[in-house]
């Protein structure tokens, strides 16, 4: 059998793993570049013809892992798409916005339409987690919960060819625990070969106590200051943390109540499925939500339903926190917030999210006192702190641990992906280190024989 990868080779996004075996051809993920580059790397053919792929594998969500599957199939991909219950209502919404934004985008062929996701959509099948799932006579699958998403997923596959069975796993993107929401990451313990993400694979995050601590702070001085805090977030599983986590805070009982406003029309929608899918939270999720009815709400606390909405929170003096999208600053709602109060002194912008280069979210990161939005060239004054402890990635330590649980049968090699810089030789040293397994970083397009 032969793997060869397509995406996130030395880079954070375009997830993609293709899998050929004597009579099967499937691909783990099916994602979209977000690099400078990436209206060009998306547009262009595939690597493969999608005509021939069987089946596709979703490990969750996030578009950099779902956001070329309407392409799949509009180039001739005709198979399921096999991933967790609420994958398929997020991998919707992200989808949808997704369509929605090529649409807008000036110039060019969008790369699909609304109704592409409504034609893909159709063809994904959920799968229960921990339940061994035959695809075919020769494939196996079992999902487990890779704590990283709402309906994240590490994928355990077991492959026949003649008498060999050999178990390949992949892990997604795997979670940040404790987390609140989602459950922890499941452990795995045994596979031949292991294709790990290593986002992080050379950082310690802050912990998330420690993180909280930041934040209540953070809180109290704005309020004294009567500060404007400003929070970019992702739509997906940060918005949703961060309710709860701010929810914690003001439901504590000592912190005045200010007003807490989110803007983004995405985000909400997201929220919206958290909420049918409660099952699949973790244990304090499920005990808060039944004894308060809905996790996503405290008092004070606003979501932008209709126009005027965001213009009422503009307009309100004294303290309060807003979040809004993007997290990385790029575009949305939340440019509307930097233009009108980064120039002012009693600002507080909290960045809590990955910051690509060159985004505006890492310019302001990095202290540029002048940035461009839009058109427009803004002043900062406004103080920006960052805090990297929400982060819904495993860390480096995190990613070593997970990897040292695998021991029956110890993997034969561990490919690492989905990391920049020297993310991935940094997670690939630690694993060699600490365990002597075999590691290698593929490049784009590199195949090997398993
Ligand atoms: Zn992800």
Redesign the pocket.
């Known amino acids: 059998m032969k793997v060869s990868f397509h995406g996130a080779c030395r880079e954070v996004t375009g997830s993609c793993i293709l899998v050929e075996t004597s009579d099967v051809k499937f691909i783990v993920d099916c994602g979209l570049f977000q690099d400078e580059d990436s209206e060009f790397r998306n547009m262009i053919s595939f690597d493969f013809n999608p005509f021939d792929i069987d089946f596709v594998l979703l490990t ?1 969500a ?1 578009v ?2 779902c956001g070329k599957i309407p392409k799949l199939f509009k180039e001739g991909f005709m198979g399921n798409v096999y991933c967790s219950y609420p994958t398929v209502d997020l991998a919707n919404q992200m989808l949808l916005d997704s369509a929605k934004v090529f649409t807008m985008r000036e110039g060019g062929t969008p790369l699909y339409f609304p109704s592409d996701v409504e034609k893909a959509i159709e063809n994904f099948k959920a799968v229960p987690y921990d339940q061994e799932y035959s695809i075919t006579n020769n494939i196996r699958i079992r999902l487990k919960d890779a704590g ?2 709402l309906g ?1 997923a590490i994928f355990e596959v077991w492959i026949r060819e003649g008498k060999r069975e050999v178990k390949l796993v992949f892990s ?2 795997l979670g940040n625990p404790p987390a609140p929401i989602v459950k922890d990451t499941d452990l795995i313990d045994g596979a031949d070969y292991v294709f790990i993400e290593s986002t992080y694979g050379d950082k310690v995050h802050l912990s998330r106590d420690n993180g909280r601590k930041l934040l209540e702070e953070k809180i109290i001085e704005g309020i004294k200051n009567d500060a404007v805090m400003i929070m970019p977030v992702f739509a997906l599983e940060r918005t949703q943390e961060m309710i709860v986590e701010l929810k914690r805070i003001f439901e504590k009982g000592h912190i005045k109540n200010i007003p807490v406003f989110l803007d983004s029309p995405l985000a909400s929608r997201v929220t919206n499925v958290y909420k049918k899918y409660e099952s699949f939270f973790d244990e304090e999720a499920k005990r808060i939500s039944k004894k308060k009815k809905d996790l996503f709400y405290f008092e004070n606390f606003k979501i932008s339903k209709k126009k005027g909405d965001q213009a009422s929170f503009l307009k309100h003096s004294g303290a309060k926190f807003v979040m809004a999208g993007s997290g990385m600053c790029d575009g949305g709602r939340v440019l509307d917030y930097l233009k009108k109060y980064l120039p002012k002194k009693n600002t507080e912008l909290l960045i809590i999210s990955y910051q690509a280069e060159n985004s505006l979210g890492r310019k302001l990161m990095e202290g540029e006192s002048e940035v461009d939005i839009g058109k427009k060239r803004v002043r900062v004054r406004a103080n920006v702190s960052k805090i990297q402890a929400f982060s ?2 495993a860390d480096s330590l995190k990613l070593v641990d997970w990897i040292g649980e695998i021991k029956k049968p110890n993997p034969k090699t561990i490919f690492i992906n989905h990391g920049d810089g020297i993310s991935s030789e940094v997670l690939s040293n630690n694993i060699k280190e600490k365990f002597d397994l075999n590691t290698l970083i593929p490049d784009y397009g590199e195949e090997y024989e398993l």
């Open positions: 969750h996030h950099d892992h990283h998403i994240s997604g993107d819904s990635h």
